[in-house]
Structure formats: C-alpha cells, structure tokens
Nanobody
Framework: QMHLVESGGGLVQAGASLRLSCVAS????????MGWFRQAPGKEREFVAA????????YYPDSVKGRFTISRDNAKNTVLLQMNSLKPEDTASYYC??????????????????WGQGTQVTVSS
C-alpha cells in the first residue's frame, strides 16, 4: 500500500500561481511513476501531468502544457505540481496518483494503483 497526501490548494484569482505538493509513504517512491489528475463537479477525472520514477520523463496534455510543471524529489518522497497562469477552467479537485511503470496509457486514470484524497483549487475570474 502507498499513502498519498496532497496539499497546496486554495482560492486564487485568474492569472495567479499555485504549487501543489503530494507526499508519499509506504512504498519505494522512486520506482513509481506519479501523475496529477483533476476532477470538476459533474465531469470525468482529467489527466494533468505525469512524471517517471527517475524524473527524466514528463508528459502533459495540451490543456496545461506550458503552464503546469510537474517535478519530484525522491529523497523527500514528494511530487510537485507548479501551476502558473491559472484560469477559471482549472477549478477542480486535484489528485496525485501512483503507478508502477512509465509508458503506455500514462494519462489513463485506471492504470494508477494508488490515489490521494485530493486538494481543492478554485480560480476566480
């Protein structure tokens, strides 16, 4: 079992920045690829970013590319999501998740084994 705890959400105005953190415990963190997802009320869970266990590989959907940056510190069992130029449509609950390998279907939620409880991000216009 891997336990994931997100933090860093909040209420900000459009154009602002936020940095989300996710701290992991219970497993060897560096062997897991990590992802960030978000879910707004009434919508499906959406892929936001992913990073390989080593941190060398990252992947983003077009909706956040150039605005969001994922990074990790394996010494601290932490994955970060730096979000810049936030838009009202970024409003959602944000979740970090872990899966044992990088590669195929890295953006598919059903390929992730462990999930955090989420942190709310609200962007006002």
């Amino acid at each position: 079992q891997m336990h994931l705890v997100e933090s860093g959400g909040g209420l900000v105005q459009a154009g602002a920045s936020l940095r989300l953190s996710c701290v992991a415990s219970g497993r060897t963190f560096s062997v897991f690829a990590m992802g960030w997802f978000r879910q707004a009320p009434g919508k499906e869970r959406e892929f936001v970013a992913a990073i390989s266990g080593s941190g060398i590989n990252t992947y983003y959907p077009d909706s956040v590319k150039g605005r969001f940056t994922i990074s990790r510190d394996n010494a601290k069992n932490t994955v970060l999501l730096q979000m810049n130029s936030l838009k009202p449509e970024d409003t959602a609950s944000y979740y970090c998740a872990a899966r044992p390998s990088w590669g195929v279907s890295i953006g598919a939620p059903n390929t992730y084994y462990f999930w955090g409880q989420g942190t709310q991000v609200t962007v006002s216009s």
